[in-house]
């Protein structure tokens, strides 16, 4: 039994202690002064707000579905959202297509070995996982008397800071609950370590932040608009104690419909890859190199990759793709995604001010997401294993919560490194021979090019400490 704070008997008592007198002199003064008065402008515009948020409510009821999963394992069970954590359990979802297909989190449903969806009307159907852990999205397909309900779709391209946003879904399990906020910002990135694989975490490039009340259960359930459309999937909230604190993120359902047509169609999503990690241009970078806007290049390409073959090079600012001008990295990451592999596309560079034109033909990115539900290691020559240090990971350390870099999750203990006594377990890398690794990704990116005999030097974070430990590569 769910226990509640009792206010409305504090208030309760409080009228019932009013003597009658009272009640008869407020009765007599308002009957003075109740006169009929023409509703106040603003009032009426109150009124029209609620009435837009009561029919989005009214729309979304038999679309939004409550999902549970279950799965034949004796781990222990996940809660969602802990302290920025995804999980696996109970949550929500949209029906997308009249034929049976509901949106909702990888997160939600990617683990389960069995999953049930529950309708406002009580009824409830099985369904199958069609996934992509990439995007953190999946569809579950369910049979029954069609057609559906549907959700309609919106353009989250269209969304702008401020405009109006509605959260819908099962929070703590209470079916069917509504939030209202605004769109606090737009192209978030978050990396968020996934609590049923923990040497793992989800990358999110670009989403949408909501101060709309998101708790654990509203996972993979929608974010509407004004006009009823759906305009992102409620994914994670940045919170210390797991409930909402007014900072929501959202997945952009445009990034959604690319996903949803490719798994309907062929069970998978085929992304290009270009092979840079580009980076924002900060105004500092924009006076350094003379441009406005675009996608800073801050490595050197993987090597092999497109880009590298190209003829990319760390500094370059990609300012247009096949024409198109790029307003930013997001830009870059979304169109490069979604464009097939074998695509062959025009990168229109800065490089030392002059203007230069590349073709790069995109492939397949390379398998960073083994089987076991993404666990990522770096090269093997250097007897790591390492995870992003992310925000409530820091926490843990009693760091900042800004700082960056990585932590070492275990040390191979045949390994050159397990003979050094300056590292362990727990450690935080945040530089490699002088270049930063605020991900594992750039950790990955910055170490992979050393040979074996090489020597790195690692700065490190023991607490406040910091040091600068030698590794030799084998």
């Known amino acids: 039994m769910k226990a509640f704070t009792p206010i409305v008997f504090a208030t309760a008592s409080f009228l ?41 409510a009214e729309k979304a009821a038999p679309c939004v579905v409550t999902i549970s999963g279950s799965r034949r394992s004796d ?34 449903v990617g683990s389960a070995d069995r999953v049930t969806v529950k309708f406002s009307d009580g009824k409830e159907l099985s369904g199958r996982v069609v996934r992509d852990f990439r995007s953190d999205l999946a569809l579950v397909k369910i049979e029954g008397k069609e057609p559906f309900p549907t959700a309609k ?9 401020g405009y109006w946003a509605i959260a819908v879904g099962s929070p703590y399990g209470y079916e069917g609950s509504v939030s209202v906020g605004i769109v606090s910002s737009l192209h978030r990135r978050q990396e968020i370590a996934d609590s049923d694989t923990p040497d793992s975490a989800r990358f999110y490039p670009n989403m949408i932040q909501t101060d709309a009340a998101i708790n654990p259960g509203n996972s993979g359930g929608p ?37 949803m047509k490719q798994l ?14 580009p980076a924002v241009v900060t105004p500092r970078l924009a006076s350094s190199l003379k441009v406005e806007r675009g996608a800073f290049v801050e490595d050197e390409p993987a090597s092999d990759s497109p880009a590298a073959k190209a003829g990319v090079h760390a500094g ?4 247009a793709i096949d024409g198109r001008p790029l307003l930013n990295d997001v830009d870059l990451r979304n169109f490069v995604a979604q464009t097939p592999p074998g695509t062959t596309i025009s990168l229109k560079v800065v490089r030392k001010e002059r203007e ?3 073709k790069a033909t995109l492939v397949e990115p390379p398998d960073r997401v083994p089987t076991d539900a993404g666990k990522r290691k770096v090269p093997a020559g250097l007897g790591l294993e390492v995870i992003t240090l992310t925000p409530s990971r820091a926490r843990d350390k009693r760091l900042p919560k800004d700082t960056k870099g990585v932590i070492i999750q275990r040390i191979d ?25 605020p991900t594992l990704e750039a950790f990955r990116r910055v170490t992979e090019k050393y040979k074996s005999g090489d020597t790195l030097r690692l700065l490190c974070l023991l607490g406040s400490d910091r040091r600068i430990v030698t590794l030799s590569v084998e």
């Open 264 to 277: 309907i169609a062929s069970g998978k999503v085929r992304y290009g890859y270009l092979g840079v990690m």
């Open 75 to 108: 781990k222990e069970s996940r809660t969602l959202f802990g302290r920025g954590r995804l999980s696996t359990g109970s949550g929500s979802g949209v029906m997308v297509r009249s034929d049976g297909w509901i949106l909702t989190n990888d997160h939600v």
């Open 413 to 437: 203990p045949d390994s050159a490194a397990a003979d050094n006594e300056e590292l362990m377990e727990g450690l935080v890398i945040i530089s490699v021979n002088d270049r930063d690794t």
């Open 153 to 161: 779709l919106g353009d989250s391209d269209a969304l702008k800071v």
């Open 16 to 56: 019932l202690s009013l003597s009658p007198s009272v009640f008869a002199q407020s009765s007599s003064s308002s009957t003075d002064t109740m006169k009929e008065k023409p509703e106040s402008k603003s009032k009426a515009l109150l009124r029209g707000f609620q009435e837009a948020f009561s029919d989005v």
């Open 316 to 319: 370059d600012v990609v300012i």
């Open 356 to 358: 230069l034109t590349l």
């Open 223 to 259: 974010l509407y608009n004004l006009d009823g459309e759906v305009i992102g999937i409620n994914t994670a909230i940045e919170s210390e104690g797991g409930g909402s604190v007014g900072i929501g993120f959202s997945i952009p359902i445009n990034t959604a419909k690319f996903v």
